[in-house]
């Protein structure tokens, strides 16, 4: 008995001890002082260097100026398996919660309520759904997409160019639809095949053999199963226009440029607001003028000089509004 | 329409239906055998996601196409170990083992990916091969004579399945274990060993089958096959567990696939319906499916696990 009341006594002194430097390294609230340390949390639908939409706010997040402790859940297009990752994060006191997808927004309207001291972050999405915890982003894509397709539209000696997307949706479309109104203004004829697919990446290399077949010499396309059509490209040696992330490394000498999205510029002002207790209900836009889309053209390229003044020329209208 | 019927254009679709049913052919071929010996196998997706991937990491690592498919074959075989060992010897549920199966390639094969590779880098894609004379045919020179080795293969180990299935002594112990397991023991054919080569040649063929589509892409990324092995098994049932049927089927396929890809790009379909046309190949396939049900039979012995107690 003596004995074990003197082991009961000694693991109350541990557990006491441990107690008490927890007590002591812990904070007594979740909010970091400004500009300091946070944990963060992607849930992301495609893999986290995809070279597109997921590997774009994984580089984001890790190019912030300040202390991340990161964390990533990734290629859960399955959306209850995305609402799993998102709420257990929020359970294990994350600070901030990335939902980085369109489609996660029905799951983050239930969950984001329940940890009113979480800050979530949603995209592409234009609006909060009215949840003061949630800050919400999107990209105009199109901005991008028309200098992309200025550019495509004055390299190409077919006048045929061919679009290769995934579900008419999101980024995606403005960027499409931004590239057409730019080709189209420079004389060229846009084809569009959007093949209902993020991830197929057979469908998207057949999707471009078959507007090579029609002409197209020259290429673009959105989402992370473009991979296949930039293999077709390079297969055919037509110019490729990239967008999301930098996809030079593709082709290295058929990639003119990419459209970079840089979501740290929205992401540091969401912050800066978090420090402040303002813990969500506002919408950001990535654009030209803010810094958050940039143009960034491949040195491997040979672009004419006249053409990359005209895309220079777009940019500058584009970020003057 | 008319700028679709043209010579340039119907070729060109012709080559791609073949392209995108070479890999659904090689996985359903293999399914074929296996569930002609009365094993269903769901993780067909999941071992050519296991090839593909390790099919890739080969070419990356050593520029080898050829060393690649060997690569893709000998993991298509060591799944195949596997998947006997749980389902003849421990006669588990093969519908359950088979996603097991799935889910573990699925995983690792992507695990493997983010820990040898991280981003997706481009690797030379099979070179066509022209076969003398039949490559300069008119019309039908280009999609047929002018593929890769490894489409050259899928449709060649068709008739080989046929003749293995319908005038070997192994065909038709497979055939049996497949009907009647019981009877077949009965007269001293061993359903286990049969079983089990059948799995074997079926993940073979599955392994193959992600080397074709890894090497006909030149890319790999997680998730590559976005579901092919669960078409290729509907295939089976599409094409009445007949080499040939199954042929057609991945041939359908492919060509549905390939006519509504250029009928985009022509702008034949509107953007506005595109995302509705892209789901005509399964509706196409589970039509097919619910009109030959009625007509075919499945192996009496299908999923049935084999014991002598």
Known sequence: MKTKMRFTARLFAVLGAFALLATACGGDDD???????????????????????????????????????LSITDGTFIVEEAAAAIRGYAEDGINVVIAHGTQYGASLAEIAPDFPDTTFIWGTATDTQGLDNVFAYHPAADQGG??????????????????????????????????????????????VTYTGSFGDVALAAEAAEAHITNNADVLTGSAQMVVGAVGVAVSNDVPWFGTQANQTSLAPNLVVASQVYHWEVVLEEMLALRDSGTKGGQAFELNMANGGLVIEFNDGYSLPADVKAAAEAAIAEKSAG | MDDFFTTSVLVATAAAAIRLATPYLLAALGETIGQRSGVLNLGVDGVMLLSAFFAYWTVLSTGNLWLAALVALLVGLIMGVIYAVITVFFEATQGISGIGIFIFGLGFSDLMFRQQVGTPKPVPRLPSVNIPFLADLPYVGEPLFQRSLMTYLAFGLVPLTVVLLNKTTFGLNVRAVGENPQAADSLGVSVERTRFAAIMIGNAFAGLAGAALVLQLGIFQPNLTQGMGFIAVALVYFGAWRPWGVMGGALLYGVVNATVLQWKALGIIPVSISDLAGMAPAILTIGALILLARRVHAPAALTKPFSRH
């Open chain 1, 31 to 69: 909010t970091p002082e400004a500009g300091g340390a946070l944990t963060v949390a992607i849930v992301a639908p495609s893999a986290s260097d995809d070279l597109a939409f997921t590997q774009s706010m994984v580089d984001a997040v890790n190019a912030l100026d300040r202390e991340i402790t």
């Open chain 1, 146 to 191: 028309y200098v992309n397709g200025v550019m495509a539209a004055a390299i190409s000696t077919t006048g045929v160019i061919g679009v290769v997307g995934p579900i008419e949706a999101g980024d995606a479309v403005a960027y499409i639809n931004g590239f057409v109104e730019g080709a189209e203004a420079g004389g060229a004829t846009v084809n």
